[in-house]
Every structure is written in structure tokens, then in C-alpha cells.
């Protein structure tokens, strides 16, 4: 008889059982794999949802404090930091709170402005997130010491122990 020595029919034959052994194994690969990719696109959305948020909320608290800084009165540096503020933040916060705090508004004194931002996460619901997260930032600006500051109208003086002139 001519043909393949049986010593090595007999190794052949073993993988060729594993081989049919395997069939259907990509099919579990993919049913545990693309899920897990899925799950790994949410969290990373999120957190370009999360990080994109939180600087955005930054950016307008500093953009309130100067602008703050740069009005004549404490009033109109109030209006200001929310016009500021709300044009920085326009859509994108469910829930928007500005807090100006004009106490030190004199020349070199400085103006604060605290800016907390409600973020719906409704969307990148499928990963467990809560319903909305909150980012709060506060910024500090200076007002020039050569800065003309107005006259208070409600009190009647400047609102500075300084020269005037």
C-alpha cells in the first residue's frame, strides 16, 4: 500500500477534531466582545460629556469675574457677570446658578462670581450614570487700582476709603 505512513494519519486526525471543536466560537467572541466596545464607547462619551462640562463651567466663571471686573458699579457689574455667564453657558445647563459677591467692589479690590451648572446625563443613561450632575466653579477677578469706580446712587459716596479724583 502506497500512500501516508500511518503514524502520521493518526496526528492528523486530532486536529482535525479540534477544528471542528472550535466552530462557533467567533460568535461567542462577538457576543461577549461588542458589548463590551459598546460599553467602553459610553464611558468614554461621558466622560467627554463630564470634562467638556466642567471646563465650559470654568471658562464662564472667569469670564463673569472679568467682566465683573470691568463695570463702573457694583450693579452693573453684577448684570454683567450673569450676561457673562449665561452667554458662556448658553444650552447647555439644565440648571444654572450665578452668585456675584461685589463686597470688595473698589479700586484694587476684586469681584467673585461663583457659577454652579446642572448637567443632564440622560442620554449615557445605559451605563448607570445619575440623572444630572452638578459642577460649580468659582473665579476671582481684580479691579484696577486706577479704575474710575461710580458713585453708589443708594448711598450717595464712592465706594472706596481712596481718593476719588
Known amino acids: 500500500m502506497t500512500g501516508v505512513p500511518l503514524t502520521t494519519r493518526a496526528a ?3 486536529a482535525r477534531r479540534r477544528l471542528r471543536g472550535d466552530r462557533g466560537t467567533v460568535a461567542v467572541e462577538l457576543a461577549i466582545g461588542v458589548p463590551m466596545l459598546v460599553l467602553v ?18 471658562a ?11 463695570a463702573r458699579s457694583a450693579t452693573t457689574a453684577t448684570s454683567a457677570a450673569v450676561s457673562a455667564a449665561t452667554a458662556n453657558l ?3 445647563c439644565a440648571g444654572l446658578t450665578i452668585d456675584v459677591d461685589t463686597g470688595g467692589f473698589r479700586r484694587g479690590g476684586q469681584v467673585r462670581v461663583t457659577v454652579s451648572c446642572t448637567v443632564t446625563t440622560r442620554g449615557l443613561t445605559g451605563i448607570g450614570l445619575p440623572g444630572s450632575t452638578t459642577f460649580t466653579a468659582t473665579a476671582t477677578s481684580p479691579i484696577d487700582v486706577f479704575r ?10 464712592y465706594p472706596e476709603d481712596t481718593d476719588h479724583a
Open 12 to 14: 492528523a486526525t486530532p
Open 41 to 58: 464607547v459610553l464611558i468614554a462619551a461621558a466622560a467627554f460629556v463630564m470634562g467638556r462640562a466642567n471646563l465650559d463651567v470654568n
Open 60 to 70: 464662564a466663571a472667569g469670564a463673569a469675574a472679568r467682566a465683573a471686573s470691568l
Open 90 to 92: 448658553a444650552d447647555r
Open 148 to 157: 474710575h469706580i461710580a458713585l453708589d446712587t443708594a448711598s450717595g459716596t
